[in-house]
């Protein structure tokens, strides 16, 4: 017998005696499952037959109170998760295998790593190890030889001689094979070529060294990471906080304290299953719309991130107007954020007119002593909290009966007009009248509203450029001035204005919007201005932040190198670091040099493709729409025979995904991605170039790639989203003359 036959015989008996340990584990959980869930019935039971159910004796509270806490016992310790991991195990108990011999200990070890830890309790044996345990490091990261990996008790050393990787689906060992340095090429390429899926999948197996680094991180508050199209950032963060759960068994750390800041709820249902593929609960995503909506309960229009963009493609593609872009990007800049906090200042220093404050000709504070106790604020406290404790605490003084509820106060009187003899004394009465007319009085100086004060800076003539000397303002400032104030006259409030208002709100009113973050990811980390991530700082403001953009995908920005130097400069962490990622994995290298040229001159040299060979991307003339209809409805057909499983059409914006969705829709089936539209689903599909982004399929289609179509750089960098999405092909139409950007 040769040594591939030894090895394979070897792997083959390992692999039996771990599945059988596996199936015994999932037999003893579900017979301790049963008895739990029986002992919950008879629990349950015995409250019920045993407890009065309504009862105000203390005796009988008591009894109640204690069965109830049996009864919680019970329901604490019916944990079926463990055998949803164990059936997981059954398909592929591990992919990986390095042999490891400790520093200090001659005996070696056969280090087996997969989804979950699988220890045998009795004998101490590990059949899997996590692939986040700190020992699972080594293979992510070491060729053969001298290795180290954090442990507990600090930094433990030794030596590999064999890293081995498998290849087992359902239950069978289809081949493995030795490599040395990192995760082979040989797996990479082999599920790189598959097709992709409805949803994003574990990246487990084919985690690289620099990705490993990134989602082992702890040492770090601000984890900065600019990466490449298709470089895995997603997947990363998502593993990443993986990770983070699984040592914040230690830290206290649990799903509910981490949340994700996600593009669009489309991107958001894309990744949901990829932490309970892992294991974990998912986290809380949001996006920047879901944090105006809850922080504004519907006061202001409802204009959204998506509306915006469209707006201003509509814009540029018509007249070539970029008013509303300069108006975006003075709302969103650090010298706007200046502004609004001298506006907060000039508010409560010059703005707040206090009065002397009588009651029945009893002089109860001067305008100067309320000013004085207002400015003096040494702890920070919120404009708005600040002057409601003025207003508490004079309204203690003018009666006895304000020791009540304000707000019931307003009742009876409300109730008593006209019906005096309802209220048995009229002097009681007219003190009440008295007390409230007093609160109205002094609520004149005592109310704020962050909405108000917004207007003022755009209503008060000259007011904002009385509060922006020595900042540099743009040259329409006039023009954004003018525009802003009509807009809110009318009631509109565009979605530039959101971030603004927001920042004013956490800065009068304190932050009771969040609480209890303790992680932050932040994904896509172009798309956000600098105002926006002052308000992040403001929102979560103990947490420790995990942000990965890509600066070639931004869509309404030039690009700018020094994105991520302000991002670390405003969320001020002590322990910053910021790393890069600079080879895709996604696309063919055809794609992905046809994607590198569309970006020009300069930005190929930080970025590497791994070799991964298809065809080359079609570029299609043809003479009418109705003509290149025609042909996206026979490369439908043509692909899906072919076995693709996702074609995604991706027009320039949402409208025209409409109307071209409403045209092929009567001859092959297809779905319309909406901004609010939930998931992406298998099969062929129509979406805009920027609701795309983040998202990845096997065939992409440009529609009409056309010199008026796409011509400017703010095109430029919606076409490159677009044609990085793609996997195996990409195939671009146009009529009339192409692109100047092809």
């Not at 493609?313 to 300069?326: E, P, V």
């Not at 004079?394 to 009876?412: A, D, F, G, N, S």
């Not at 099969?683 to 983040?694: H, R, S």
């Amino acid at each position: 017998m040769d040594s591939y036959q030894e090895n394979h015989q070897e792997e083959i008996d390992y692999l039996r005696k771990t599945l059988a340990f596996i199936n015994e584990e999932v037999e003893k959980e579900a017979k301790k499952l049963e008895e739990k869930k029986s002992d919950l019935i008879a629990a349950r039971k015995d409250m019920y037959e045993n407890t009065v159910h309504v009862s105000s004796d203390f005796e009988s509270l008591i009894d109640i109170n204690l069965h109830l806490m049996q009864v919680n016992n019970h329901i604490s310790s019916y944990n079926p998760q463990r055998i949803k991991n164990l059936k997981k195990l059954i398909n592929s108990p591990y992919f990986g295998r390095f042999d490891f011999i400790e520093k200090g200990f001659g005996e070696k070890e056969k280090i087996y790593i997969g989804l979950y830890n699988l220890l045998d309790r009795n004998t101490g044996q590990v059949y899997v190890y996590d692939w986040r345990a700190p020992i699972s490091s080594i293979f992510y990261r070491y060729e053969l030889g001298e290795v180290m990996f954090d442990t507990p008790a600090g930094i433990s050393r030794g030596d590999v001689s064999l890293k081995r990787q498998y290849k087992i689906r359902n239950s069978k060992l289809k081949y493995f094979f030795d490599c040395s340095v990192r995760i082979t090429d040989e797996i990479l390429q082999e599920v790189l070529s598959h097709n992709t899926s409805a949803k994003m999948k574990n990246i487990i197996e084919t985690i690289q060294k620099e990705q490993d680094v990134i989602i082992r991180d702890r040492d770090h508050e601000l984890l900065i990471v600019q990466g490449v199209a298709g470089s895995g950032k997603t997947s990363i963060a998502l593993h990443r906080i993986a990770y983070l759960l699984y040592e914040g068994l230690n830290s206290n750390l649990r799903s509910k304290d981490v949340i994700i800041i996600s593009p669009n709820s489309v991107f958001s249902h894309y990744i949901s299953s990829v932490l309970p593929e892992l294991g974990e609960e998912n986290v809380r995503q949001s996006i920047f719309d879901d944090l105006v909506l809850e922080a504004f309960q519907g006061r202001f229009g409802e204009e959204t991130r998506d509306m915006q963009l469209e707006s201003l493609i509509h814009s540029r593609a018509k007249t070539g107007d970029d008013r509303r872009q300069q108006s975006i990007d003075f709302k969103g800049s650090r010298v706007f954020k200046q502004i609004l906090d001298r506006l907060l200042w000039y508010y409560a220093h010059r703005l707040i007119v206090f009065e002397d404050v009588y009651y029945n000709g009893t002089i109860l504070a001067t305008r100067q002593q309320l000013k004085n106790r207002f400015l003096h604020n040494e702890i920070g406290t919120p404009i708005a909290k600040q002057l409601k404790m003025i207003e508490r605490i004079l309204m203690k003084k003018v009666h006895p009966l304000q020791k009540k509820r304000l707000k019931r106060l307003e009742k009876i009187v409300e109730k008593s007009e006209g019906h005096e003899f309802e209220i048995k004394s009229f002097s009681r009465l007219l003190a009440i009248k008295q007390a409230v007319a007093f609160r109205e009085r002094i609520q004149k100086f005592t109310n704020v509203d962050y909405g108000h004060l917004y207007t003022l800076l755009f209503k008060n003539r000259g007011l904002l450029l009385k509060l922006s000397q020595g900042l540099k303002l743009p040259e329409t400032i006039q023009e954004i001035i003018s525009t802003t104030l009509q807009n809110l006259r009318e009631g509109q409030v565009h979605y530039e204005d959101y971030a603004p208002l927001l920042y004013l709100k956490l800065k009068v009113e304190g932050n009771d919007v969040v609480s209890g973050i303790k992680h932050v990811v932040i994904d896509e980390a172009q798309d956000y201005s600098p105002l926006q991530y002052e308000i992040f700082k403001i929102l979560y403001k103990n947490a420790t932040y995990t942000v990965l953009g890509d600066i070639h995908q931004t869509i309404e920005k030039p690009i700018d190198c020094s994105l991520y130097d302000n991002i670390s400069e405003i969320l001020n962490k002590g322990k910053t670091i910021k790393l890069s990622l600079n080879k895709g994995y996604r696309s063919t290298c055809e794609i992905n040099t046809f994607a590198q040229d569309l970006l020009g001159e300069g930005t190929q040299h930080d970025y590497c493709s791994i070799e991964r060979y298809g065809e080359e991307p079609r570029l299609i003339h043809q003479e009418t729409i109705e003509a290149i209809d025609q042909s996206i409805i026979e490369d439908i057909a043509k692909y899906t025979e072919q076995g693709y499983e996702s074609v995604a059409v991706v027009c320039k914006t949402q409208e025209d995904a409409e109307k071209v969705f409403s045209r092929l829709k009567k001859s092959v089936q297809l779905t319309l991605i909406k901004p609010r539209g939930g998931e992406v689903i298998k099969g062929a599909l129509v979406i805009p170039t920027y609701m795309a982004k983040g998202l990845e399929f096997d065939v992409v289609i440009v529609y009409d790639v056309n010199k008026e179509n796409y011509a400017s750089d703010f095109d430029r960098q919606l076409l490159y989203i677009a044609c990085t999405r793609a996997l195996h092909r990409l195939v671009i139409y146009y009529k009339g003359d192409k692109s100047p950007l092809l």
